[in-house]
């Protein structure tokens, strides 16, 4: 509402982040503990950032630097779109010099607020995990994608929510108001691995979309003007404007309720079959055993590699999660390496042996999952034809087989 010209649009526009997937499906999942209490710190830091950007009142100043000291011991994403965000705010409603000299000594005092965790991990480390941290974090080819197909929201039917983002954007380009589309693009730009969660500019964009073009082309129901309404008269009385509405917020919920229909939604629990497995291989392997994690799935979903080193308490060689802090270089050639080993998720032995032989991976054991959150077999089964393959190498033995899948020891040459 600080920023959007009517609370109409302010409704509309949490109706909107209410619906859109990635506005909380990566903020359940997993690292979504800390993810989702640093985005409210950083819309917290971001409101107060308006408010005194527009007041010059100290205590929205002093605010703005408590929460987002506050967002950034939450979550260093969280940190990193804050500071994008109050960027965008200062050249929106700053803009002087004074301001300027203000927001450099707020930024102090919300550093300071973070410095529990940022000192320490120094302290330990030097500056170095996060000058690799942030450089997996820019990939210009993504923000590229992302911003001309529109198609990252993860809508489970039709992308009706994206393509109202995309009109609303253009509306607001064409009447010169740049502050939310400069919003959206430049946290892609900056940080677009993270970007298509922080769904709260594209939000906005839809709430203009909705009133500002679609409901104003309703002759009785036009523009919302009166700013304290938060149902304008002219949307009340027109029943097709009240249809069109309806019919929105029931796509919505059926497309949040949904959200997890989609192939690469992280809305999935590892299964516990899956977890039994890895306890077996924590309780049985060998210490010094280390793993090839073989599901046929992006990495990005792929929780049988992520939570592999933590319940198998084994080293996963090709797992990406933990390759930011080795830097960018050493981030993109584990990820290579594991998109090569999954296409072995659709061969057969003879294609795990290449790989290991490609990425001197030696002699490694293997766990392949019976199934996975990105299982795309008609059967539901994750990579039978690999399984019945190892099985019958002679490179490889069964050491383990449950409903959550087998285990594979390597043979030793006799």
């Given at each position: 509402r600080e920023i959007l010209p009517t609370r109409f649009q302010a409704l509309l526009t949490t109706w909107a982040f209410a619906f859109l997937p990635r506005a909380f499906d990566w903020l359940v999942a997993g690292g979504g503990v800390t993810?989702?209490?640093?985005?409210?710190?950083?819309?917290?830091?971001?409101?107060e950032g308006v408010r005194f950007y527009r007041t010059r009142r100290g205590r929205h100043g002093v605010g703005m630097a408590l929460f987002a000291g506050l967002a950034a011991l939450s979550h260093p994403g969280a940190a990193l779109f804050t500071g994008i965000s109050l960027f965008v705010m200062f050249l929106a409603f700053g803009r002087t010099w004074r301001a300027l000299r203000d927001s450099t000594a707020l930024a102090a005092l919300a550093a300071l607020i973070a410095s529990p965790w940022w000192l320490s991990v120094v302290a330990v480390h030097g500056p170095d995990p996060f000058l690799s941290g942030g450089q997996t974090s820019t990939d210009l080819g993504v923000t590229f994608q992302h911003l001309?197909?529109?198609?990252f929201t993860d809508e489970p039917y039709t992308t009706f929510l994206a393509a109202a983002g995309l009109v609303g954007l253009a509306y607001a380009v064409a009447r010169g108001r740049y502050l939310l589309p400069a919003w959206l693009v430049l946290v892609f730009v900056i940080d677009p691995r993270s970007a298509t969660a922080l769904m709260l500019p594209l939000a906005m964009l839809i709430a203009i979309a909705v009133d500002e073009v679609l409901l104003a082309a309703i002759p009785r129901a036009g523009v919302a003007t009166d700013g304290d309404l938060f149902w304008?008269?002219?949307v009340v009385r027109d029943r097709f404007a009240r249809v069109l509405l309806g019919m929105g917020l029931i796509l919505g919920v059926v497309g949040g309720v949904q959200a997890r229909g989609v192939i690469a939604s992280p809305l999935h629990a590892l299964a516990g079959e899956n977890r039994a497995v890895m306890a077996w291989i924590r309780d049985n392997a060998p210490p010094t055993a280390e793993f090839l994690v073989v599901t046929g799935s992006d990495w990005f979903v792929d929780a049988d590699a992520e939570w592999f080193p933590v319940l198998a308490a084994h080293r996963s060689l090709n797992t990406v999660q933990g390759f930011e802090w080795f830097g960018r270089g050493a981030w993109i050639e584990q990820a290579v390496r594991n998109d090569a080993?999954?296409?072995?998720?659709?061969?057969?032995?003879?294609?795990?042996?290449?790989?290991?032989?490609?990425?001197?991976?030696?002699?490694?054991?293997?766990?392949?999952?019976?199934?996975t959150i990105q299982t795309l077999s008609p059967t539901g089964e994750c990579c039978?034809?690999?399984?019945?393959?190892?099985?019958?190498s002679s490179d490889y033995e069964v050491a383990?087989?449950?409903?959550?899948?087998?285990?594979?020891?390597p043979v030793a040459p006799s």
């Open positions: 993810r989702s209490l640093g985005l409210l710190l950083a819309f917290m830091a971001i409101l001309t197909t529109f198609t304008p008269p002219g080993l999954q296409e072995c998720g659709y061969g057969t032995a003879a294609c795990v042996r290449e790989w290991a032989e490609q990425w001197d991976a030696g002699a490694s054991w293997i766990y392949v999952p019976a199934a039978a034809g690999l399984r019945a393959s190892l099985a019958a383990f087989e449950g409903e959550g899948g087998t285990v594979y020891r």
